[in-house]
T-cell receptor, first 109, second 116 residues
């Protein structure tokens, strides 16, 4: 069983702050990691992918991967109310994606 | 570039009735996935197609669920008969070959199924 664990939240941060979302996974051979954003009533939207240890930055988003610790995180800088959503961590194993239950983020104006 | 297209967006049926969902993937994506997402959960894979072949249907409840992907493009997922527990959002996603390291999946808008 491929397990992906996320804190379900809710996580509340003030506007302009840094939001930190965390994810751990059980399968040591996983090579690809993804973050999806899902607004209420909408489908998941891919926002970040990361494959190598270290940081990957894209605009206000930074994904961090530590394969030794089986840990992946997403940082959102200068958080905006429009970032309020559920963030799903997904890990690729055996050609398929395994998702966590998501962390609900609320950015308070 | 058009994204993944799904229809219908919403479906309400009574239990024991049949229902079908349709998906058109992103052009050029030969891998197609059907997921089910229950409230408060992440998507869970039902079936994965590589072209027209169902290469992973281990999580598909085959007593009532069936799927097809004729000609390796559009796909249909069917439930017959539907049960109350089938109420969920059914998501279709597509990607390039699943074996690629850089294999990003893109989701359609989903079909919200309510079984009464």
């Amino acid at each position: 069983q491929k397990e992906v664990e996320q804190n379900s939240g809710p996580l509340s941060v003030p506007e302009g702050a840094i939001a930190s979302l965390n994810c751990t996974y059980s399968d040591r051979v996983s090579q690809s990691f993804f973050w999806y954003r899902q607004y209420s009533g909408k489908s998941p939207e891919l926002i970040m992918s990361i494959y190598s240890n270290g940081d990957k930055e894209d605009g206000r988003f930074t994904a961090q991967l530590n394969k030794a610790s089986q840990y992946v995180s997403l940082l959102i800088r200068d958080s905006q109310p429009s970032d309020s959503a559920t963030y799903l961590c997904a890990v690729k194993a055996d050609f398929n994606l395994f998702f966590g239950t998501g962390t609900r983020l609320t950015v308070i104006p | 570039e058009a994204g993944v297209v799904q229809s219908p967006r919403y479906k309400i049926i009574e239990k024991k009735q049949p229902v079908a969902f349709w998906c058109n993937p992103i052009s050029g994506h030969n891998t197609l996935y059907w997921y089910r997402q229950n409230l408060g959960q992440g998507p869970e894979l039902l079936i994965r197609y590589e072209n027209e072949e169902a290469v992973d249907d281990s999580q598909l409840p085959k007593d009532r669920f069936s799927a097809e992907r004729l000609k390796g493009v559009d796909s249909t997922l069917k439930i017959q008969p539907a049960e109350l527990g089938d109420s969920a959002v059914y998501l279709c996603a597509s990607s390039l070959e699943a074996g690629r390291l850089y294999n990003e999946q893109f989701f359609g808008p989903g079909t919200r199924l309510t079984v009464l």
